[in-house]
């Protein structure tokens, strides 16, 4: 059996939005959850939005709450906008879809060069990477307890300035050859991959259920680590019975060096 993992994110643009940046990953059986899924979701938007939306119309965690792009808040009143979030994070618990999430805050990773704008970038893209990177060995890691002898093919929402590392940092710790200099570097805490197949396929979020769920997650987690804001409380509610990790604020922790960052799977 190969399980498809999809993984959003959150968190990874301007350090002036947001504490902390999460990847969120949902793992689901594709021969039986993927197609409810999707019915699911296309029949929300047909409800909501109408059969004659745009062909590039997906449901996105950050409108929804803003009130941008699909959902402008001029012609959608915050009230309907947070109903509409309630129901995508119903769907975890509606399919029984394990979350598994990493994050970190921000502001421990400072970029090396804070007023200089592609020193910004560069750290955002590397802390990005290295969240995603906790991420998938936790949903690694989970495979090998919950669902011995099974597989999982990752996809993540396509975002060109990060699509390079994200590909490398993953191609690097599921590298057999690499495994057991993984194992035995003193100076790496966490598991090398063993359970994904293939390296991680980037798509667009539109032409994605799984995306769109991850989205979602990612979403109301980031917000919840932000504390700032009473609204996030019931979305964390719905979603909380499906994290088998619990809620953890900081899974990944700079070294004293400066140079490292050590990534903790428990």
């Not at 409810?36 to 938007?45: F, N, R, S, V």
């Not at 959902?71 to 394990?98: Q, S, V």
């Not at 990773?109 to 990477?129: C, D, E, G, V, Y």
């Amino acid at each position: 059996v190969v399980r498809l993992g999809g993984f959003g994110e959150a968190g990874r643009g301007d350090r002036d939005v947001g504490t902390h940046t999460v990847g969120a990953g949902i793992m689901i059986h594709v021969d039986d959850q993927y197609r409810p899924i999707q019915k699911y979701l296309l029949d929300m938007a047909d409800d909501i939005v109408g059969k004659d939306r745009p062909q590039s119309f997906n449901f996105h965690a950050t409108d929804l709450w803003s009130g941008k792009n699909f959902f402008p808040k001029d012609k959608w009143k915050l009230e309907t906008r947070l109903r509409i979030l309630g129901y995508l994070a119903d769907i975890p618990g509606k399919f029984e879809i394990p979350i598994l999430y990493s994050c970190a805050e921000r502001s421990r990773f400072p970029p090396k060069r804070p007023n200089i704008r592609q020193s910004r970038a560069s750290a955002a893209r590397t802390l990005h990477s290295a969240v995603f990177l906790s991420a998938l060995t936790l949903t690694d890691r989970y495979v090998r307890e919950a669902h011995p002898g099974e597989r999982v093919l990752a996809i993540v929402e396509d975002h060109p300035d990060h699509r390079g590392m994200l590909k490398t940092a993953a191609r690097l710790m599921s590298n057999p050859r690499l495994v057991e200099v993984i194992e035995n570097d003193p100076n790496v805490d966490w598991d090398p991959i063993r359970e994904f197949v293939d390296e991680p396929h980037f798509v667009r979020k539109s032409g994605s259920s799984p995306l769109q769920v991850a989205d979602t997650c990612a979403f109301i987690l980031s917000k919840h680590f932000a504390g700032n804001d009473p609204h996030i409380a019931p979305f964390v509610d719905r979603i909380k019975g499906n994290l088998p990790s619990g809620l953890h604020d900081q899974f990944i922790k700079p070294s004293g060096r400066g140079r490292k960052s050590n990534i903790s799977t428990s």
